[in-house]
């Protein structure tokens, strides 16, 4: 339950908008996680969220990283620094996967000191990785079902399972170590088949790999897709864990390790959102508020994430259907259509839950507005 006091009280220390980060909730997510698939290594997606207060507070919990861009490596790396030096080569090897399949040559050539794992899933990265990385180790990306995903991924990435062995074999004609595979069954999945389809493919290729001698191949990554509670109709993390334990269970020896690379699910409840009605109107019948945030900058999930934020009221009161939208002068920047608003007033507060993933990491300054102010509750331990 929201403490609105509490929101109302740091809206008026620090401004608004206003980002504010649980890090308990951060902590429960993980645990939660650990909970209730044990033999999955969470490796938190950094691009939902890459606050570095965020990484701190997961490094410091023991997660490790899903890093998609040398700068979100590099975010990571400067959170290890306190390691010697053989314990930080030891994270990166153990902890840190490099998972966008796509990789410019620059950021190869940065990468190979450090010796990550990194996903492919096609033969110019075989080649790319040979000339400019022979040190990472290759995790080969399967395209898999992504049906009934909030955000389909498997028309960008992944490699048909029918050329999954070409692609081993070319990598280790390369002279590059092929690890394990990965795939990804979509972000905020609703159908955790998917996962069991997954699964079953790649321990065909698990098998068929080793019986050709590839015996260097131990590890599988399950992706994300691990669905945030944003209402009462997302099934909870344990009803995906049945699925995923029971298919892991049956099909990978214990000698195979599985790690996975939940975002939304670590962050989203961990964040909430207060904003301020900075205008009203009444338009086409209806009343319209306009709030010092909006979908070019917190609210940008609405559009690049296909997700609903509900708007809710700091005060209470009998309730209308409102039209919310964003300070910018773009048509675009409508938050929602279908808010159930008291009567509110110019300065009268506002907020959204669930605004961890995806959110204020695509935040722009678009017509010259900045991103929304950060603030970070219980940060230790």
């Not at 209730?36 to 691009?47: L, S």
């Not at 399949?101 to 000191?113: G, N, R």
């Not at 920047?333 to 009567?343: F, K, N």
């Not at 102010?373 to 331990?381: A, C, E, R, S, T």
């Amino acid at each position: 339950m929201v403490d609105k006091a509490l929101l109302s009280r740091l809206a008026q220390e620090h401004g608004t908008p206003l980002v504010i980060i649980d890090h308990e909730r951060l902590r429960q997510n993980l645990a939660e996680f650990r909970e209730w698939m044990p033999r999955v290594q969470p490796y938190y997606a950094v691009k939902a969220n890459p606050h570095p207060a965020i990484i701190r507070t997961f490094y410091q919990a023991g997660a490790s990283f899903d890093v998609a861009s040398f700068p979100e490596f590099q975010l990571v790396h400067e959170n290890i620094k306190d390691l010697p030096d053989q314990e930080r080569q030891d994270f990166i090897w153990d902890k840190i996967i490099y998972a966008n399949p796509v990789k410019a040559i620059p950021t190869l050539k940065e990468l190979d000191q450090y010796k990550p794992l990194v996903t492919y899933d096609n033969f110019e990265e075989v080649r790319k990785i040979q000339k400019h990385a022979p040190s990472v180790g290759m995790v080969l990306r399967l395209k898999v079902p992504n049906l009934g995903a909030m955000v389909e991924l498997s028309s960008k990435f992944g490699a048909d399972p029918s050329e999954a062995m070409d692609l081993i074999e070319a990598s280790e004609e390369a002279g590059l170590t092929v690890e394990g595979l990965s795939f990804h069954v979509g972000s905020q999945t609703t159908n955790f088949q998917n996962y069991a389809v997954a699964l079953n493919l790649a321990a065909d290729i698990f098998k068929e790999s080793r019986r050709r001698g590839y015996t260097k191949m131990n590890l599988l990554d399950i992706g994300g897709g691990f669905p945030a509670p944003y209402d009462e109709n997302v099934q909870p993390l344990r009803e995906c864990a049945k699925v995923v334990n029971a298919e892991i269970e049956r099909l990978f020896p214990e000698d195979v390790q599985i790690l996975a690379e939940p975002g939304r699910f670590m962050v989203a409840s961990a964040v909430t959102l207060v904003a301020e009605v900075i205008s009203k109107a009444d338009r086409d019948g209806r009343r319209c508020y306009y709030i010092n945030d909006g979908v070019y900058h917190t609210y940008s999930g609405v559009i690049f994430d296909h997700c609903h934020y509900p708007v809710k009221a700091i005060k209470e009161g009998p309730t209308q259907i409102c039209a919310v939208f964003g300070p910018t002068c773009d048509a675009l920047d409508t938050i929602s259509l279908t808010e159930e608003l008291p009567e509110l007033e110019l300065g009268d507060l506002v907020y959204s839950e669930n605004m961890g993933a995806y959110s204020h990491a695509s935040s722009t300054f678009f017509n010259g507005f900045p991103p929304a102010k950060v603030v970070h509750l219980n940060v230790g331990n």
